[in-house]
């Protein structure tokens, strides 16, 4: 071969690369071009932007902050942090040690926890770190010294230089793991150097901090614990080393106080029972401010006013959930399958009988208490004070009041309870008081034939007062909506109930306080079995006369209420199979662990996920991509109502392929574009502590340099990010209506000053064991108060048009391969635990979003359950917001026209299963296009998705002459750039490659 030859091999190779090359930088535009939101959310870019006609401010910025500054609602952000803590920390013993002496300035502080506390849970709502925006975190040593009390060096030293924190979970998204054995971290003090000589001069105060972790995709379980002594039990329990850590500051220090870190209730009988302790305060997860509040609560500062939001028992196993709280999985799940899916990729592996029905938390201790002492038949061997440290609701202060029932009038027409409450400091100090209001509700041979059950007392309303000096009274209403008592009979109404027969209104400092006020005024005494006597001063009774199948039998939208989840019950599929707790005999129904069952054959169908066949042939009437000689853009629908007239034709200039994709394909930030409509890319926030998540600070997406809330680009704040509140059971545990509705409002000032219009909290399901691994963001095991605290959040955050997204909805319990779990429980449980806690955010609140659960409801995916979703949320609660699902963990389980007929806004999905010889290729936008049902469900979800958007902060900046305009970014330049270069060099290599063969062609002629 020639020269020439040879160059050509040389050009023709270098083609061949280019158009490698230029074939590489195509597909990766087109994959980055899919993953859009990924890429802008990492570099801080946008891909669209909004360009406007110049308008007045009050045009432009419908919704105002409070804050004039960043540095203002910084501020705000410390302050509030500080005031939920003061008030949500409980001080669950004091002999009179608390509050610390002025005298009293040097302590010890003992514990890995002291020195690496806990402010958040793992993953979803953990503590931000603003280091860099120049406001760190205020440690437990930091409150303290500003306090003006020295922390003991040389235990300080020790414990940092031993590298140790509190142990942590180990979460998985993998189906078939999520648990695995606790490990407590607590050194011996011996192991680290610590001696009594270095607590000489520090002798005063020792502090003792107890911390147990939580995280998102994890759970304890209670004989998954490694404890080096032996000595912990559970996880839940004190180990050796914390118990010794105890026994050495009582050796050591004159004055003992013991912090309990932790969002999970914990085992603190050994700290109520050791004399040596001489006091014990609950702070939970303070977030990044809240240590504040819990030293000035140590100084006397404050008087502390928190109650518990969960109940303390001596042992956390003894619940009667815990049966059946475990590893669970379908003995036959091998032959669960799909075409070439099995039960890992349908998320067909495990489930949970909730056997215990109603009777979670203090309404198991409590209601199986009042039948021990009214002596019922089948109570068996019961004894509430060997088994409860501390009830739901209690809390003690550092003055005392005197809370007096006024008045409780029932007005039974409007469905409304207030009660009046007077309550007096007849204490020394200043403090705030909290007044609970408890209804016992009769248990009738109705409730006994139609399997009804009946708690003896729930919480049914609360208030707070101000600050009050001694001798100061104030008088607190509490309005009570009587749905909230009504009974779900699922039997033979199949409706909510309202029993005839006395119904006892009571206050009192706990539940157990307010359930012996009711023993008292029905005459019981400590002589039937009491603890202690109760007051009937603080009792109303009103009576019921006759039974009631019809008041309570329609929502407040007049929708008829009626069994909406009889499949979420094993017995719907297997008939006898659970027996439920019923207190008609508690020993006979006790629980029993049902381990090993198998599925039937029907329930395989649903397990198996996909119900629904598409229809190829119907007659599709519905219109899109209809374009409009006048075009309605989403600019022009801002603030538009619900029915306003213009949204059909508005709506059918959607392209059937933008309009599938904006369900199906939303990105993990659900911020496609629209442009067929002008819609622009938006972003959303998860976590209940606040805007956080994936770098939404201050400023991230507030790009209108127009703007009161743009914050130029050298603004250190600018880095600032939100998530630096309380944990969720901190804030309920304030039992204070305006904390909560504050909370809501900073975050909803968080929105406007990022830019984020859409926060996936609070988080609302239950406690329903104190092991489920993500109990830090939800609130209580009680529903009424998650609902009350739920709804103030709610209140608060939309004011300012934040659209707020409750979550897990519903039925997250347990993290144990949530993706697919399936919750088997009957619908009075489903409607009185979980979905009450729910309610009031949605039917009172006005709720406009939320995000659904990984689990199952019954066997059927929350997405695709249609009873749940359209009958009780947009049925019966007037929901027209916007569902968007968790993460599509495990595209064969999450399916798209299943979660498009249950109305799903948005798909948290970032791939494209649609494309062929993906999972979602069946339902791709040609075989969709001709199912007339799912055309409707498409319109309808499409309806909900931009009303709720064209009345929220997203619409700040925007007016009629807002276009959307595509911006070509630096990472699009540059992907342009290298396709346009590609495709220069891999022109001119097969120019070159031309060139020399003709030359090569010349040259051969020329030799011949």
């Given at each position: 071969m020639n020269k020439t030859g040879k160059r050509q091999g040389v050009y023709r190779g270098l083609a061949a690369l280019m158009a490698l090359f230029l074939t590489i930088s195509i597909g990766g535009g087109m994959i980055a071009n899919n993953f859009s939101s990924y890429i802008d959310n990492f570099l801080g870019t946008t891909s669209w932007r909004l360009e406007t006609e110049a308008a007045s401010p009050e045009e432009m910025y419908n919704f105002t902050s409070d804050y004039s500054t960043a540095r203002e609602l910084v501020d705000g952000l410390i302050d509030l942090g500080r005031k939920v803590s003061q008030e949500g920390s409980v001080l669950l013993k004091n002999d009179g040690a608390l509050p610390l002496a002025s005298s009293e300035k040097k302590v010890t502080l003992f514990g890995v926890g002291a020195y690496s506390p806990i402010l958040g849970g793992a993953i979803g709502s953990s503590a931000s770190n603003n280091d860099e925006a120049g406001v760190p975190n205020h440690s437990l040593i930091d409150a303290l010294t500003s306090a003006g009390i020295e922390v003991n060096p040389a235990v300080k030293t020790a414990y940092e230089e031993s590298g140790i924190a509190p142990g942590q979970l180990s979460p998985s998204f993998m189906p078939g793991s999520g648990g695995g054995s606790f490990t407590i971290t607590e050194p011996a003090l011996s192991a680290i150097g610590v001696t009594s000589a270095n607590v000489a001069g520090y002798d005063e105060v020792g502090i003792v901090v107890i911390s147990r972790p939580s995280s998102e995709a994890a759970d304890y379980f209670p004989s998954d614990v490694t404890d080096e002594t032996g000595v912990a039990k559970t996880?839940?329990?004190?180990?050796?080393?914390?118990?010794?850590?105890?026994?050495?500051?009582?050796?050591?220090?004159?004055?003992?106080?013991?912090?309990?870190?932790?969002s999970s209730a914990m085992e603190v009988e050994p700290a109520k029972q050791d004399t040596g302790v001489n006091a014990i305060l609950w702070i939970g997860f303070p977030g990044n401010y809240g240590f504040d509040g819990v030293v000035d609560i140590l100084t006397g500062e404050v008087s502390p006013s928190g109650h518990l939001s969960d109940t303390y028992p001596v042992d956390s196993t003894s619940a009667p959930a815990m049966v059946n709280y475990g590893?669970?999985?379908?003995?036959?799940?091998?032959?669960?399958?799909?075409?070439?899916?099995?039960?890992?990729?349908?998320?067909?592996?495990?489930?949970?009988?909730?056997?215990?029905?109603?009777?979670t938390g203090y309404r198991y201790y409590e209601t199986r208490y009042a039948d021990k002492v009214n002596n019922v038949?089948?109570?068996?061997?019961?004894?509430?004070?060997?088994?409860?440290?501390y009830p739901f609701g209690y809390g003690l202060s550092y003055t005392t009041f005197t809370q007096t029932l006024k008045s409780v009038e029932w007005d039974y027409g409007k469905k409304t309870v207030t009660a009046v409450v007077e309550v007096e400091n007849t204490g020394s100090v200043a403090g705030k008081d909290v007044v609970q209001v408890y209804v016992q509700t009769p248990y009738t041979d109705y409730d006994k034939e139609n399997l009804v059950e009946k708690s003896a007392i729930q919480l049914i309303g609360f208030g707070k007062t101000q600050t009050l000096q001694p001798g100061a009274k104030e008088t607190v209403t509490v309005e009570i909506d009587a749905k909230y008592f009504a009974s779900y009979d699922y039997k033979n109404a199949k409706t909510y109930i309202m029993d005839a027969g006395d119904y006892y209104f009571a206050i009192g400092m706990s539940a157990h306080d307010a359930l012996n006020n009711v023993l008292a005024s029905q005459g019981k005494t400590t002589e039937n079995g009491m603890d202690y006597n109760g007051d009937a001063s603080k009792v109303s009774v009103k009576n019921v006369e006759k039974l009631d199948t019809t008041t309570f039998a329609k929502s407040e939208n007049g929708t008829a209420i009626t069994n909406q989840l009889e499949d979420a019950d094993l017995n719907y599929w297997m008939p006898g199979t659970v027996t439920y707790l019923s207190r008609q005999d508690w020993t006979g129904t006790w629980p029993k662990a049902y381990t090993g069952l198998s599925a039937t054959d029907d329930m395989k169908v649903e397990l198996e996920n996909r119900t629904y066949e598409i229809s190829t042939t119907d007659n599709v009437t519905t219109e899109w991509g209809v374009k409009l000689d006048d075009p309605i853009y989403f600019s022009q629908m801002k603030n538009a109502t619900y029915d306003d007239p213009r949204w059909e034709t508005f709506l059918s200039q959607i392209t059937w392929e933008e309009a599938v994709a904006t369900i199906i394909y939303s990105g993990v930030n659900f911020d496609n574009a629209v442009p067929s409509i002008e819609f622009a890319a938006w972003q959303a926030a998860d976590g209940p502590n606040g805007i956080n998540t994936r770098g939404r600070?201050?400023?991230?997406?507030?790009?209108?340099?127009?703007?009161?809330?743009?914050?130029?680009?050298?603004?250190?704040?600018?880095?600032?990010?939100?998530?630096?509140?309380?944990?969720?059971?901190?804030?309920?545990?304030?039992?204070?209506?305006?904390?909560?509705?504050?909370?809501?409002?900073?975050?909803g000032n968080e929105s406007i000053w990022t830019g984020v219009p859409a926060w996936w909290a609070p988080g609302s399901n239950l406690h329903r064991v104190a092991y489920c691994g993500r109990v830090h963001e939800y609130f209580s095991e009680d529903p009424m108060l998650s609902n009350y605290i739920s709804a103030d959040i709610v209140t608060g955050g939309q004011k300012y048009g934040l659209?707020?997204?409750?979550?897990?909805?519903?039925?997250?319990?347990?993290?144990?391969?949530?993706?697919?779990?399936?919750?088997?429980?009957?619908?009075?449980?489903?409607?009185?635990?979980?979905?009450?806690?729910?309610?009031?955010?949605?039917?009172?609140?006005?709720?406009?979003?939320?995000?659904?659960?990984?689990?199952?409801?019954?066997?059927?995916?929350?997405?695709?359950?249609?009873?749940?979703?359209?009958?009780?949320?947009?049925g019966e609660w007037g929901f027209n917001g916007i569902v968007q699902t968790d993460m599509v963990n495990g595209s064969d389980y999450f399916l798209p026209v299943e979660s498009i007929l249950g109305v799903i806004n948005y798909m948290s999905n970032g791939t494209n299963h649609t494309e062929e010889g993906g999972s979602w290729e069946y339902a791709n936008y040609t075989k969709l296009a001709n199912d007339a049902k799912v055309n409707a469900a498409v319109r309808e979800t499409l309806h909900n998705t931009f009303y709720t958007f064209a009345n929220s902060n997203m619409m700040m900046g925007v007016n009629e002459t807002t276009r959307l305009v595509p911006v070509m970014n630096v990472w699009r330049t540059a992907i342009l750039a290298c396709q346009i270069g590609f495709g220069v060099l891999t022109a001119l290599a097969l120019l070159a490659f031309l060139i020399a063969g003709a030359k090569a062609r010349k040259e051969r002629k020329e030799e011949q």
């Amino acid at each position: 071969m020639n020269k020439t030859g040879k160059r050509q091999g040389v050009y023709r190779g270098l083609a061949a690369l280019m158009a490698l090359f230029l074939t590489i930088s195509i597909g990766g535009g087109m994959i980055a071009n899919n993953f859009s939101s990924y890429i802008d959310n990492f570099l801080g870019t946008t891909s669209w932007r909004l360009e406007t006609e110049a308008a007045s401010p009050e045009e432009m910025y419908n919704f105002t902050s409070d804050y004039s500054t960043a540095r203002e609602l910084v501020d705000g952000l410390i302050d509030l942090g500080r005031k939920v803590s003061q008030e949500g920390s409980v001080l669950l013993k004091n002999d009179g040690a608390l509050p610390l002496a002025s005298s009293e300035k040097k302590v010890t502080l003992f514990g890995v926890g002291a020195y690496s506390p806990i402010l958040g849970g793992a993953i979803g709502s953990s503590a931000s770190n603003n280091d860099e925006a120049g406001v760190p975190n205020h440690s437990l040593i930091d409150a303290l010294t500003s306090a003006g009390i020295e922390v003991n060096p040389a235990v300080k030293t020790a414990y940092e230089e031993s590298g140790i924190a509190p142990g942590q979970l180990s979460p998985s998204f993998m189906p078939g793991s999520g648990g695995g054995s606790f490990t407590i971290t607590e050194p011996a003090l011996s192991a680290i150097g610590v001696t009594s000589a270095n607590v000489a001069g520090y002798d005063e105060v020792g502090i003792v901090v107890i911390s147990r972790p939580s995280s998102e995709a994890a759970d304890y379980f209670p004989s998954d614990v490694t404890d080096e002594t032996g000595v912990a039990k559970t996880p839940l329990s004190f180990g050796g080393n914390e118990l010794a850590a105890i026994d050495f500051a009582k050796e050591t220090c004159k004055k003992v106080i013991v912090l309990v870190n932790s969002s999970s209730a914990m085992e603190v009988e050994p700290a109520k029972q050791d004399t040596g302790v001489n006091a014990i305060l609950w702070i939970g997860f303070p977030g990044n401010y809240g240590f504040d509040g819990v030293v000035d609560i140590l100084t006397g500062e404050v008087s502390p006013s928190g109650h518990l939001s969960d109940t303390y028992p001596v042992d956390s196993t003894s619940a009667p959930a815990m049966v059946n709280y475990g590893k669970f999985d379908w003995a036959n799940g091998d032959t669960i399958t799909r075409d070439s899916y099995n039960n890992t990729a349908l998320r067909a592996i495990s489930y949970e009988v909730e056997a215990e029905g109603i009777y979670t938390g203090y309404r198991y201790y409590e209601t199986r208490y009042a039948d021990k002492v009214n002596n019922v038949p089948g109570v068996g061997e019961f004894d509430y004070t060997a088994q409860m440290s501390y009830p739901f609701g209690y809390g003690l202060s550092y003055t005392t009041f005197t809370q007096t029932l006024k008045s409780v009038e029932w007005d039974y027409g409007k469905k409304t309870v207030t009660a009046v409450v007077e309550v007096e400091n007849t204490g020394s100090v200043a403090g705030k008081d909290v007044v609970q209001v408890y209804v016992q509700t009769p248990y009738t041979d109705y409730d006994k034939e139609n399997l009804v059950e009946k708690s003896a007392i729930q919480l049914i309303g609360f208030g707070k007062t101000q600050t009050l000096q001694p001798g100061a009274k104030e008088t607190v209403t509490v309005e009570i909506d009587a749905k909230y008592f009504a009974s779900y009979d699922y039997k033979n109404a199949k409706t909510y109930i309202m029993d005839a027969g006395d119904y006892y209104f009571a206050i009192g400092m706990s539940a157990h306080d307010a359930l012996n006020n009711v023993l008292a005024s029905q005459g019981k005494t400590t002589e039937n079995g009491m603890d202690y006597n109760g007051d009937a001063s603080k009792v109303s009774v009103k009576n019921v006369e006759k039974l009631d199948t019809t008041t309570f039998a329609k929502s407040e939208n007049g929708t008829a209420i009626t069994n909406q989840l009889e499949d979420a019950d094993l017995n719907y599929w297997m008939p006898g199979t659970v027996t439920y707790l019923s207190r008609q005999d508690w020993t006979g129904t006790w629980p029993k662990a049902y381990t090993g069952l198998s599925a039937t054959d029907d329930m395989k169908v649903e397990l198996e996920n996909r119900t629904y066949e598409i229809s190829t042939t119907d007659n599709v009437t519905t219109e899109w991509g209809v374009k409009l000689d006048d075009p309605i853009y989403f600019s022009q629908m801002k603030n538009a109502t619900y029915d306003d007239p213009r949204w059909e034709t508005f709506l059918s200039q959607i392209t059937w392929e933008e309009a599938v994709a904006t369900i199906i394909y939303s990105g993990v930030n659900f911020d496609n574009a629209v442009p067929s409509i002008e819609f622009a890319a938006w972003q959303a926030a998860d976590g209940p502590n606040g805007i956080n998540t994936r770098g939404r600070s201050l400023g991230a997406y507030v790009t209108d340099t127009n703007s009161p809330y743009y914050m130029a680009e050298d603004d250190p704040l600018r880095s600032y990010t939100c998530g630096t509140m309380a944990s969720s059971p901190v804030v309920a545990s304030t039992f204070s209506h305006e904390l909560a509705e504050a909370f809501g409002k900073i975050v909803g000032n968080e929105s406007i000053w990022t830019g984020v219009p859409a926060w996936w909290a609070p988080g609302s399901n239950l406690h329903r064991v104190a092991y489920c691994g993500r109990v830090h963001e939800y609130f209580s095991e009680d529903p009424m108060l998650s609902n009350y605290i739920s709804a103030d959040i709610v209140t608060g955050g939309q004011k300012y048009g934040l659209v707020v997204g409750s979550k897990h909805f519903a039925f997250n319990d347990m993290e144990y391969n949530r993706s697919g779990l399936a919750s088997l429980q009957n619908e009075q449980a489903a409607r009185e635990n979980d979905l009450r806690s729910f309610q009031g955010s949605y039917e009172d609140a006005g709720c406009m979003g939320m995000m659904s659960a990984f689990n199952r409801i019954g066997i059927r995916h929350v997405n695709h359950h249609l009873g749940l979703m359209q009958g009780i949320l947009r049925g019966e609660w007037g929901f027209n917001g916007i569902v968007q699902t968790d993460m599509v963990n495990g595209s064969d389980y999450f399916l798209p026209v299943e979660s498009i007929l249950g109305v799903i806004n948005y798909m948290s999905n970032g791939t494209n299963h649609t494309e062929e010889g993906g999972s979602w290729e069946y339902a791709n936008y040609t075989k969709l296009a001709n199912d007339a049902k799912v055309n409707a469900a498409v319109r309808e979800t499409l309806h909900n998705t931009f009303y709720t958007f064209a009345n929220s902060n997203m619409m700040m900046g925007v007016n009629e002459t807002t276009r959307l305009v595509p911006v070509m970014n630096v990472w699009r330049t540059a992907i342009l750039a290298c396709q346009i270069g590609f495709g220069v060099l891999t022109a001119l290599a097969l120019l070159a490659f031309l060139i020399a063969g003709a030359k090569a062609r010349k040259e051969r002629k020329e030799e011949q």
